[in-house]
C-alpha cells in the first residue's frame, strides 16, 4: 500500500532531551516536507527537501533539524526541544521534483514537551 | 511573504451549498492547492487550480481568479462528513519548493 507512515504517534518528552520522529514513503517521491500544526496558526512548514541531499527552511525552521540520506526517509530531529514545540507534527511526500504536486501525508506525530 | 486568509469557520446545513473563499496575497503565483482535514487526521489533497476559471470534481468544484487573488471551494449537496476544515495554500512556483497554507475553515454541516 502506497503511504507515508510516521513514528513515533505519539511522544512525551522533557525540556532538552533530543528526539528524532521518523518518516519514510514508499511511492518513490522526490519531495518530502515536514509540517507541524497548532490551534489558531494552522500548518506551518519547517522544513522540504527536494531530493537526496537537498534541504531547505520552511516558515519555522527554528529548533529543527532534517536530513535527506535516502530518498525515502525524511527525519526530524529536535536537538534540545523546549515546551513551544509542543504539536502535531506531519509528513509529507510529493511525486514532482520540479516543483511541488499534491502531497500525500503521514497520519502524524503529537509531541508534548513538558 | 504571503499573506492567506480565510474564514475561521462556517456553518451549512445539510444538502445545501456552501462556498468557502481564500483570497491571497503573494510574491509569485503558479496555481493553488486545496487539502480537507478531519479532525484529528491528515490532511488529502482536493484540488490544485493553475488557470483562471471553475474546475469542477463531483460534489466539489474550485474556482480561481489570479487577477484577483481569489479562489473559493464550492460544495454541493453537503453531507455530514464534509464535516472538516478546508485549508488554501497558494503556491508561487517559479523554482520554489516551499508551500504557506492557510489557516483553514471548520465547516460544520448540521442535520
Known amino acids: 500500500e502506497a503511504q507515508v507512515t510516521q513514528n513515533p504517534r505519539y511522544l512525551i518528552t522533557v525540556t532538552g532531551k533530543k528526539l528524532t520522529v521518523t518518516c519514510s514513503q514508499n511511492?518513490?517521491?522526490?519531495?518530502m516536507s515536514w509540517y507541524r500544526q497548532d490551534p489558531g496558526l494552522g500548518l506551518r512548514q519547517i522544513y522540504y527537501s527536494m531530493n537526496v541531499e537537498v534541504t531547505d527552511k520552511g516558515d519555522v525552521p527554528e529548533g529543527y533539524k532534517v536530513s535527506r540520506k535516502e530518498k525515502r526517509n525524511f527525519p526530524l530531529i529536535l536537538e534540545s526541544p523546549s515546551p513551544n514545540q509542543t504539536s502535531l507534527y506531519f509528513c509529507?511526500?510529493?511525486?514532482?521534483?520540479?516543483?511541488?504536486?499534491?502531497?500525500?501525508f503521514g497520519p502524524g506525530t503529537r509531541l508534548t514537551v513538558t | 511573504g504571503q499573506n492567506i486568509d480565510q474564514p475561521t469557520e462556517m456553518t451549512a446545513t445539510e444538502g445545501a451549498i456552501v462556498q468557502i473563499n481564500c483570497t491571497y496575497q503573494t510574491s509569485g503565483f503558479n496555481g493553488l492547492f486545496w487539502y480537507q482535514q478531519h479532525a484529528g487526521e491528515a490532511p488529502t489533497f482536493l484540488s490544485y487550480n493553475v488557470l483562471d476559471g471553475l474546475e469542477e470534481k463531483g460534489r466539489f468544484s474550485s474556482f480561481l481568479s489570479r487577477s484577483k487573488g481569489y479562489s473559493y471551494l464550492l460544495l454541493k449537496e453537503l453531507q455530514m462528513k464534509d464535516s472538516a476544515s478546508y485549508l488554501c495554500?497558494?503556491?508561487?512556483?517559479?523554482?520554489?519548493?516551499?508551500?504557506?497554507f492557510g489557516k483553514g475553515t471548520k465547516l460544520s454541516v448540521i442535520p
Open positions: 495554500a497558494p503556491y508561487s512556483g517559479a523554482g520554489s519548493y516551499q508551500l504557506t
Open positions: 509529507a511526500s510529493s511525486p514532482y521534483g520540479g516543483g511541488i504536486d499534491e502531497q500525500y
Open positions: 511511492m518513490n517521491h522526490e519531495y
